[in-house]
């Protein structure tokens, strides 16, 4: 059945494969996103109580989602080569749904054990599927144009819709009765979205399947060496779960996030330092790597605070926010569906604003909107930081110092994110658009890896002083972005 054959039935008018792969992503990400809103929740919750949970410190516990969100998005690229060399990106996605339910399930079972190995397949599980689903998508609008753009908007959606219903349903049973209880329901949402993707996947003709000039020797011999250095990192990956766990091998979660880090830092520097001197791209394309470089660095500055949001954001919703609505206290989680609906509300306005700048010939160019991303996201803790200064646990401060918060950081995200992606796929050189692609994601791995170093920060440093910080580093980013934005654009040459 080819692409074309698939489109004999419509999804609002585009290939009936849209609906399969949007559901799928809805249910992927209701998983993900109720399950991230209950982590740092779960983890600082004392060991006694109704609702039991690991009694960790804020500093450990931010490490650890730290840790876990940073894998999650460097994963995305050993997910990319698998779909590339070994599997396609159909099966890849299949796979990874998989492990992904199976780690959620994980965590319903009431062990710390349970709860790390959940973590790990969730990890695993998002790095097969995170990247291929996207791609899928793109495989069924192979005439590209604005067609494809136009379903890329609809599947959006569908991400920002899961992204609401996770915390509000996975928060409401998790926080509110039993937190395994929350992890089991985002294990349900990720079964719910592999049954819609294999039933709908008779409508998504040949996209996503292994495109491969190799013949089954090469492929052979390619899936045992891929097989082996899996088997052995697993190995690897529970014998030092082992020795941690039983005390054997002791170790600062906080000093290896950093050092993590630091090596994240070092080996994407050297990356671009050779690529940029040493790879044969010609002058232009030189400059336009340094762009992308540029555009790497302000990314990550913008994800580390931005991704507070499942850690420090969410542990001042539990402690210093008065949520009580209509006489009902709300789950601390819920409110981490605020972003996504207003991302719902406003990425159609933002789409219309820069769509007419552009016919007016003042569009902002790219590294300008990185600059107001930025600013953005610095308002958003200005504000905070100013709510936040005479919160206590007995006198709370309003829940609409956060709604303000989150929507300038949703202001910041629609000038910053969707701008980046698009940026990464015109600047890059035609043979390293993929690796760029990968490059984002670092990106947002260092980023989320510092957010939860930053939270870490509100065991020494009340929260005022924290958000006041994370204000002044990413305004004066933004600053910094804004000044440096007519250089880069000239660096740019005829990219718009």
């Keep these: 059945m080819s692409s074309a054959a698939a489109e004999t039935s419509t999804f609002f008018g585009h290939p009936r494969g849209l609906s399969t792969l949007f559901f799928t992503e809805l249910w992927e990400r209701f998983s993900y996103y109720g ?133 509000l349903l996975c928060g409401f049973f998790g926080e509110g009765y039993n937190w395994h209880l929350g992890f089991s329901l985002a294990g349900f949402g990720m ?11 008779k409508y998504m003709g040949d996209a996503g399947l292994l495109q491969t000039e190799d013949d089954d020797v090469t492929l052979q011999a390619r899936s045992r060496k891929f097989y082996t250095i899996s088997s052995i990192f697993v190995a690897a990956l529970v014998t030092i779960g082992y020795l941690v766990g039983s005390g054997t091998i002791m170790l600062d979660l906080q000093s290896v996030a950093k050092n993590l880090g630091v090596v994240a830092v070092l080996i994407t520097l050297g990356y671009f330092a050779y690529i940029i001197f040493f790879a044969g791209h010609t002058s232009e394309e030189k400059k336009r790597l340094g762009v992308i470089l540029w555009l790497f660095i302000l990314a990550a500055i913008f994800w580390s ?14 402690d210093l926010t008065n949520r009580v609505i209509f006489g009902s206290e709300i789950p601390a989680s819920t409110l981490q569906s605020v972003n996504s609906i207003f991302i719902v509300i406003f990425a159609p306005i ?50 609409s110092w ?47 890896l510092i957010a939860g170093l930053f939270a870490g920060s509100l065991e020494n440093l009340l929260p005022t002083e924290l958000f006041w910080q994370v204000a002044l580093i990413t305004g004066g980013g933004g600053v910094v972005a804004l000044l440096a934005a007519p250089g880069v654009r000239r660096l740019m040459g005829d990219v718009q």
């Excluded at 979205?193 to 039933?199: A, H, M, P, V």
């Excluded at 605070?305 to 539990?318: D, I, R, V």
């Design 402 to 448: 956060l709604v303000v918060t989150y929507f300038l950081h949703t202001v910041g995200e629609l000038c910053l994110s969707p701008v980046g992606l698009s940026s990464m796929t015109k600047l890059a050189p035609k043979n390293r658009v993929g690796q760029m692609m990968g490059i984002w994601f670092v990106a947002a791995a260092l980023g989320n």
């Design 305 to 318: 605070g931005f991704e507070q949001a499942g850690s420090s954001l969410n542990l001042f919703a539990k």
């Design 35 to 167: 399950m991230r809103a209950l982590l740092v929740l779960y983890m600082t919750t004392e060991t006694i109580g109704a609702n039991p949970g690991m009694g960790l410190n804020v500093g450990e516990a931010t490490a650890i989602y730290g840790l876990y969100t940073f894998f999650v998005y460097v994963l995305s690229l050993p997910g990319g080569w698998v779909a590339d060399n070994l599997w396609g990106r159909r099966k890849s996605v299949m796979v990874g749904g998989i492990i992904i339910a199976s780690g959620h399930f994980s965590m319903a079972v009431p062990y710390d054990a349970m709860f790390f190995l959940g973590l790990a397949l969730i990890s695993i599980g998002t790095g097969l599927l995170k990247p291929n689903v996207s791609s899928i998508v793109g495989d069924l609008y192979p005439e590209g144009g604005a067609r494809r753009d136009a379903g890329f908007s609809i599947f959006y959606m569908g991400i920002n819709l899961g992204a609401i219903l996770g915390p």
């Design 350 to 399: 933002f789409g219309w604003l820069w769509t007419s700048l552009a016919t007016r010939n003042v569009n902002p160019s790219i590294p300008a909107k990185f600059a107001l991303g930025l600013f953005g996201l610095a308002g958003g803790f200005f504000v905070l930081s100013w709510g936040a200064a005479n919160a206590t646990p007995e006198s709370p401060v309003n829940a």
């Design 191 to 201: 079964v719910l979205g592999l049954i819609s993707y294999q039933y709908g996947m």
